[in-house]
Structure formats: C-alpha cells, structure tokens
C-alpha cells in the first residue's frame, strides 16, 4: 500500500467529477493537493473544503504557456494526473466542426501540453509518477462519438508510448480507461448507459490503482473487458456489432 503522506501531486481537471472524487480521496489519505482547471472559484471551494492542505491553481490545457509557468510556480511535485476532459456527443450524421476541434484541443492535445510541461524535469530527476485519463471508447470506433474517442486514443496511444519510454526508470506511466461516471459530461447523453458509475466510486478504483502499480486499468471491469475484448473481433462482425 503507497503511504500517501508528505506526497504532493497536480490534479489538472480537479474542479468536478472524477477530479474532485479524486482529490477528495488522495486528500483524505494525507496527500497535498495542487488543483487545476479553468474555473478558479470551484478550485479555491474545493481547496478550502479538503481536509489537507490544497492550493488552487487555474490552468488552462489548450495554453502551453499557461501550463508551464503554473509549473514553475508550484515547486517540487511528485506526481500528476491528467484528468481535464470535454465531450458533446455526436458523429459524421450531426457533425459540429467548433465542438470537435475543442475537444481534440482539449482532450488530446491538452494532454500532451502537460506532458510537455512536467516530463522533461521527471526524467531529468528520474522521479516522478504521471497517470493519463483514457476511456473505453479509445479502444476501438464507436458510432456517435468520432471527435471525443479519437481524442482519447490519442491519449491512450501517449500513454503507451511515454510507459514504453519510461519502463525501468524513476518515472512512472499509468493509464485509466473509464467507462460511463456520473458527471456533467455525461449528463448530455440521451442514451442508456450501461455500469455508469458514481465518481466516488471511480475515484476508489483510480486511487488503488495508482497505489498498485501496473500500467492500465479499464473499468468497471466486466464492462472494460467488453471493450478491449473487441479490439481482436474481424471488422464485419465488430461493426454488426457495435455500429
């Protein structure tokens, strides 16, 4: 079990959601917090409402710059863990150019922003644990969804490659791929979604994984083992299928 006391880590997408399940977790577990996202009012509630010690620090993903002066600024770190996401669902049939460049700016090119920020100190020092945000829909394509699970399989891929990069050394790469949690995002979606989860409760499983080790996690577990399980299906059955 990770001894979380006198660790410091970066949330960036701590504002709701998983990210506020989570920080609420690793602060009750002696963790100090740095809390991103673009909404400084939410962070500076959230901060004051934890029970360790927690600074906010508004970021905005799609800005390099505002990532790596927020990252000289806090000091020294220990971990990060990329959690800033945005969604709207839709696909070819109801196309929306503005939604789709916004959630591969955010999504996908957000995240490599970060990396860029905190992965050339983490190996320079050798130390250092980073954790990506996936989905299950990153697997493989699904219908209504192109903009946003392209966006985490992209995210996916960067996180195989930088675990790929890292194996060995001080730094740590892990990967989440969560399937459907109860948020804002999700909210927008006028379909039935099965094993959607309560973010407390995958906050739980985010929180153990990162203490086990090992690379990926996807879940919920049944649900995460449909997904990778299609990865190996021929295209014509996986599109009767799924499509």
């Given at each position: 079990?990770?001894?979380?006391?006198?660790?410091?880590?970066?949330?960036?997408?701590?504002?709701?959601?998983?990210?506020?399940a989570l920080a609420r977790r690793l602060s009750?577990?002696?963790?100090?917090?740095?809390?991103?996202?673009?909404?400084?009012?939410?962070?500076?509630?959230?901060?004051?409402?934890?029970?360790?010690?927690?600074?906010?620090?508004?970021?905005?993903?799609?800005?390099?710059?505002?990532?790596?002066?927020?990252?000289?600024?806090?000091?020294?770190?220990?971990?990060?863990?990329?959690?800033?996401?945005?969604?709207?669902?839709?696909?070819?049939?109801?196309?929306?150019?503005?939604?789709?460049?916004?959630?591969?700016?955010?999504?996908?090119?957000?995240?490599?922003?970060?990396?860029?920020?905190?992965?050339?100190?983490?190996?320079?020092?050798?130390?250092?644990?980073?954790?990506?945000?996936?989905?299950?829909?990153?697997?493989?394509?699904?219908?209504?969804?192109?903009?946003?699970?392209?966006?985490?399989?992209?995210?996916?891929?960067l996180a195989e490659s930088l675990h790929a990069?890292?194996?060995?050394?001080?730094?740590?790469?892990?990967?989440?791929?969560?399937?459907?949690?109860?948020?804002?995002?999700?909210?927008?979606?006028?379909?039935?979604?099965?094993?959607?989860?309560?973010?407390?409760?995958?906050?739980?499983?985010?929180?153990?994984?990162?203490?086990?080790?090992?690379?990926?996690?996807?879940?919920?577990?049944?649900?995460?083992?449909?997904?990778r399980a299609a990865q190996f299906l021929p295209?014509?059955?996986?599109?009767?299928?799924?499509?």
């Open positions: 079990m990770m001894d979380w006391t006198g660790k410091r880590y970066w949330l960036v997408g701590a504002s709701d959601g998983l990210g506020e009750a577990a002696g963790c100090a917090l740095v809390l991103s996202a673009r909404s400084g009012d939410k962070l500076r509630s959230l901060a004051r409402s934890l029970p360790g010690k927690a600074e906010a620090l508004p970021v905005d993903v799609t800005a390099p710059e505002s990532l790596q002066a927020a990252y000289r600024d806090m000091g020294e770190i220990d971990g990060v863990v990329q959690l800033a996401g945005v969604y709207w669902p839709f696909g070819a049939k109801d196309w929306d150019a503005t939604q789709a460049t916004t959630m591969a700016e955010v999504n996908f090119v957000g995240a490599m922003n970060l990396m860029g920020a905190v992965i050339p100190h983490f190996v320079q020092r050798d130390r250092g644990h980073i954790v990506l945000t996936g989905s299950l829909t990153g697997y493989r394509g699904l219908p209504r969804s192109a903009p946003y699970t392209a966006s985490k399989a992209g995210v996916m891929a990069d890292t194996r060995g050394s001080g730094v740590r790469v892990q990967l989440l791929n969560p399937g459907f949690i109860r948020t804002r995002l999700t909210d927008k979606n006028d379909f039935r979604m099965p094993f959607i989860m309560e973010p407390e409760k995958a906050a739980d499983i985010v929180l153990k994984h990162m203490e086990k080790g090992g690379f990926q996690r996807a879940f919920p577990h049944g649900f995460g083992l449909l997904f295209d014509a059955l996986y599109y009767r299928l799924f499509a």
